[in-house]
């Protein structure tokens, strides 16, 4: 396969790179190695729009994360996912944090963050009644976002898509290298050859980066432990609440979703594994202990579930965005750990503007709109649910109970342009399985839906790629097998 352009990675920096190129007379594809769009970091984290009072001044991380952050409400708007904007706190707990705190004041004001100020302990428990009486002082953060990453990400990818750029998923790029004429890579799909090629493959970024460059780059995979709670229950906080950071990272939170959820987390290891997402007892009593700090009357009796992310640690610190030294043509997004979410709509405005420049790309004369989804049946009044079901009865059939996800949406999922192949991308394009359950009463019917589909048969579906298939065969066979 031939192409003018191939990105690689199809997180959210990837899916975003995709879509703004896809305004350009080009043949793109999109190389994802997993099983689907939003695989890896981009489907754990904490979904927070960091306003960017954090990131070093005078950075690349502090640049693109306050552009970024800016960006999200026209962006969510435009290709339809979620955007709320809470706010944020962070705390301290003793007068020896409050120096961190008027440091982060300083930052965010150098950074240019707006609205950001100091509050004290009466105000901060005014705001937010449930946080530990024992708090000292806070940076105050109005304009702190949340979105759902995978949502996002989805959202981003179908964009890509209806304007022409092909995806191409579970295509893992095992090594790149430069011809005349561009830029040869060996996949698991086979050998693909590119003009441009664009690296955005997150944990593995730097592994492509020093097959093409001299000046050697190093990621270390950092895990991050959380707990999700029911949304059942009404939120403790409004806000996301942070401690002080720390070198590690931004420390642990508690922190509402956009969904209503509330999430305690992340920790922060270094591991040399960067697929290693499994959860573990030292990691969660980590989180839950540390957590308490914030919330001393924490409840964990409505978790249900707990999951681990993978975040691209650069060692230097900072993003690493732009063209490969010595190597025309080749482009790159490297160490996007957090605030990356925040800043990936600019990182990708960024290194969209820096390619048309030196790469001479045209515009093409149309640029398709996002395409527009159903509003989503939970969140629909009685009104609009029964007008729903008079046009299409599938409407009506409900297969997720603890999401109220219905069977059309879940059809809609897998016909989308960039669709849901395994039962976990279903659930992350319309939260089927996500709910208290998590997926105990309604995989087996997404499952079969995904079958018809797809047309293919059940066995053949697996839960998140690779050799997740849930069946193994059929009760016949087992039947013939123990009576031949």
């Known amino acids: 396969m031939n192409k003018d352009i191939i990105i690689i990675g199809g997180g959210v920096v990837g899916c975003a790179v995709a879509r703004l190129l896809s305004r350009y007379d080009a043949s793109i594809a999109l190389l994802e190695g997993g099983s689907d769009v939003a695989d890896g970091a981009s489907k754990a984290n904490s979904g927070i729009v960091h306003a960017g009072f954090d990131a070093k001044p005078g950075s690349l991380k502090a640049k693109l994360n306050v552009e970024g952050a800016r960006m999200y409400p026209e962006l969510c708007a435009e290709v339809d996912a ?4 809470p706010g944020a706190m962070v705390l301290a707990f003793n007068e020896e944090e409050r120096p961190t705190i008027e440091k982060l004041y300083q930052q965010g004001i150098e950074n240019g963050v707006p609205e950001i100020r100091i509050i004290e302990h009466d105000e901060i428990l005014e705001l937010e009644p449930s946080v530990n009486p024992d708090v000292v002082c806070a940076l105050l953060v109005p304009t702190s976002g949340l979105t759902s990453p995978y949502e ?100 642990i939170l508690v922190s509402p979703t956009v969904h209503g959820n509330l999430l305690l987390g992340p920790t922060a290891t270094d591991v ?17 202990d540390a957590a308490r700090l914030t919330w001393p009357k924490e409840n964990l009796r409505t978790v249900i579930t707990t999951f ?69 049946f939970y969140a629909m009044t009685l009104e609009e649910r029964a007008e729903l079901v008079k046009r299409d009865p599938l409407n009506g059939a409900l297969v997720c109970r603890c999401e109220q996800v219905t069977e059309a949406e879940i059809r ?16 992350r394009r319309t939260r089927a399985g996500m709910g208290r359950c998590q ?38 066979e087992a039947a013939g097998k123990e009576n031949a």
Not at 82 to 85: E, I, S, T
Request: some cysteine; proline content about 5%.
């Open 82 to 85: 979620p955007y709320g904007r």
């Open 152 to 251: 996002l990400t989805c959202a981003l990818a179908d964009h890509a898509a209806v304007n022409g750029v092909e995806f191409m998923i579970e295509t893992f790029v095992n090594k790149i290298e430069r011809v005349e004429g561009g830029y040869k890579l060996d996949t698991t799909k086979g050998e693909m050859t590119a003009r441009i090629v664009i690296n955005c493959a997150g944990v593995n970024s730097a592994k492509l980066h020093n097959m093409l460059s001299d000046k050697e780059l190093t990621i270390i995979p950092r895990k991050g432990e959380y707990y999700l709670l029911d949304h059942t229950k009404p939120l403790q906080f409004t806000m996301t609440m942070f401690q002080c950071p720390t070198k590690m990272g931004k420390g």
């Open 272 to 288: 040399e594994d960067g697929t290693a997402v499994e959860t573990t007892a030292e990691g969660l009593k980590w989180a839950a």
């Open 308 to 376: 681990a992310g993978i975040r691209a640690h650069e060692s230097n610190g900072d993003f690493v965005i732009g063209a490969v030294d010595g190597n025309p043509g080749a482009y790159e997004t490297v160490g996007v750990e957090s605030p990356g979410l925040s800043a990936a709509p600019a990182i990708a405005e960024y290194l969209v503007d820096m390619i048309e420049k030196a790469e001479g790309l045209t515009r093409k004369a149309e640029w398709k709109p996002a395409p527009k989804r159903e509003k989503p």
């Open 412 to 427: 809609a999922a897998i016909r989308r342009p960039v669709g849901a192949r395994t039962i976990d991308a279903v659930k």
């Open 439 to 476: 997926g105990g009463f309604c995989s087996p019917r997404v499952l079969e839906i995904l079958a018809e589909e797809l047309n293919l048969d059940p066995t053949e579906i697996t839960k998140c790629g690779g050799k997740s298939n849930l069946l193994v065969g059929t009760i016949a």
